[in-house]
T-cell receptor
Framework: GENVEQHPSTLSVQEGDSAVIKCTYS??????FPWYKQELGKRPQLIID?????GEKKDQRIAVTLNKTAKHFSLHITETQPEDSAVYFC???????????FGKGTTLSVSS | EPEVTQTPSHQVTQMGQEVILRCVPI?????FYWYRQILGQKVEFLVS????????KSEIFDDQFSVERPDGSNFTLKIRSTKLEDSAMYFC???????????FGPGTRLTVT
């Protein structure tokens, strides 16, 4: 089955710096890659996603890139702010309506 | 903006007891899911449900687990005989016609003593 690896497990940056979180997946049939942000004690919130027919997607300060050949995708956050501090999870799924397989998460700390 | 809701927010039960966790998915969504998250760990898929039947389940979802959509709005997860290792946060999620974007509920924290 699908396996998703995520790095780093923790990431500390200064406010205003950029943050990059990377994930790799094992199943070449996976074609949907969402990113979730989870604040302490809260639900995972979908912040951005990308499908396999697209190489990059941007939404304000966040962007996701996908390299299908290498089977990896990355989350980029620019101009980080303290409220970006949270656990970020990447995930992959094979098709609509199927299981999301999550990475182990990255704890991002943004200090002011 | 519509959201997935879950009840109760916290459930404490004794080992061997049955529990039912309840979810109300977003009203026009067609796909429903249960995930669990043991404290400090990643989110793990349990089961997906579409067109009134299970479409996919993980190894975690054994005979102790069952799901049901008893009416047009609720989606439930039943654990027949709880074990200590079932202690976790259980998240319900739903997705719409396209099926991809899954929106999570606030979770039910299950504590088995």
């Amino acid at each position: 089955g699908e396996n998703v690896e995520q790095h780093p497990s923790t990431l500390s940056v200064q406010e205003g710096d950029s943050a990059v979180i990377k994930c790799t997946y094992s199943d070449s049939a996976s074609n949907y890659f969402p990113w979730y942000k989870q604040e302490l004690g809260k639900r995972p919130q979908l912040i951005i996603d990308i499908r396999s027919n697209v190489g990059e997607k941007k939404d304000q300060r966040i962007a996701v890139t996908l390299n299908k050949t290498a089977k990896h995708f990355s989350l980029h956050i620019t101009e980080t702010q303290p409220e970006d501090s949270a656990v970020y999870f990447c995930a992959a799924s094979i098709q609509a309506g199927t299981a999301l397989i999550f990475g182990k998460g990255t704890t991002l700390s943004v200090s002011s | 903006e519509p959201e997935v809701t879950q009840t109760p927010s916290h459930q404490v039960t004794q080992m061997g007891q049955e529990v039912i966790l309840r979810c109300v998915p977003i009203s026009n969504h067609l796909y429903f899911y249960w995930y669990r998250q043991i404290l400090g760990q990643k989110v793990e898929f349990l089961v997906s449900f579409y067109n009134n039947e299970i479409s996919e389940k993980s190894e975690i979802f054994d005979d102790q687990f069952s799901v049901e959509r008893p009416d047009g709005s609720n989606f439930t997860l039943k654990i027949r005989s709880t074990k200590l290792e079932d202690s976790a946060m259980y998240f319900c999620a739903s997705s719409g016609q396209g099926g991809n974007e899954q929106y999570f509920g606030p979770g039910t924290r299950l504590t088995v003593t």
